[in-house]
């Protein structure tokens, strides 16, 4: 089993010190920031942009993970990697053209990757995952923290690990939304090698031992 890396989503963190939410972090155990971005249009909410992720980037040296619920992701993607992104990730039905999007975060010399909610058909994109240095999978529908996690996601996130091994293609599965010290076993058994975990990691009264759990020492 591949090692598995923690990666709490600051969106669950708390929004008057974030420099704290990404400290805690750090002293906790956790291994990447998950950062979500929500534009008000390809989701409800409204969260943050580049700012926040050039505030961040001058506090800590972990790697900056930014997911994209904003439509047409490529009118901002060298922003945010000037800003200091070193993962950028978005839903491909979000942009105009996917692969020119992907080419683009990856010619900034960053990772990039696509995201599935729940309701997307992986099959229409699954052609982009050579372009791709990550996939997110989606289990709960993106634009909320603190979501109960939709248990068919995981044939999902099985059904991208079958098509990558189709494709001789090595690269993570990362899985965001809902994901408990109950059902992250599970989730890493599927295929997951990379746990986005919000509420669970900042809501718990021992946040370094949620995260002890959530990586498993016995998968
Ligand atoms: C949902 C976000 C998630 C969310 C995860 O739109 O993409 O990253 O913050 O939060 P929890 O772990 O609480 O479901
Ligand atoms: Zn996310």
């Given amino acids: ?3 598995v890396f923690i990666a709490p989503s600051i969106l669950s963190g708390d929004f008057a010190n974030m420099g704290k939410a990404v400290k805690d972090l750090e002293k906790w155990g956790g291994d990447i920031v998950h950062c979500d971005v929500m534009d008000g249009v390809y989701v409800k909410n409204l969260t943050f942009g580049m700012p926040m992720i050039k505030a961040l980037r001058k506090i800590t040296d972990k790697t900056l993970d930014v997911h994209l619920m904003i439509t047409k992701p490529e009118r901002y993607v060298e922003e945010f990697v000037e800003c200091g992104a070193d993962i950028v990730t978005f839903h491909p039905e979000a942009s105009q053209d996917a692969l020119a999007t992907l080419q683009k975060i990856k010619s ?3 990772k990039c990757g696509i995201v599935f909610n ?9 052609h982009l995952f050579k372009y791709c240095d990550i996939i997110l999978v989606m289990s709960v529908f993106a634009g ?3 979501q109960k996690f939709i248990d068919y996601c995981l044939d999902r996130i099985k059904y991208v690990k079958q098509l990558l091994d189709e494709q001789n293609l090595d ?13 992250a076993s599970k989730v890493v058994e599927a295929g997951a090698s990379i746990l986005v ?3 669970t990691v900042y809501n718990s009264k021992n ?13």
């Fill in 197 to 199: 975990a919000g509420s």
């Fill in 118 to 126: 729940p309701d997307v058909d992986i099959d229409k994109y699954s």
């Fill in 171 to 183: 690269i993570p599965i990362e899985v965001d939304g809902g994901i408990t010290e109950e059902n």
């Fill in 144 to 146: 909320l923290g603190g």
């Fill in 1 to 3: 089993m591949n090692k």
């Fill in 108 to 110: 900034l010399g960053v």
């Fill in 207 to 219: 946040p370094k031992k949620t995260i002890e759990k959530l990586r498993g020492t016995n998968y």
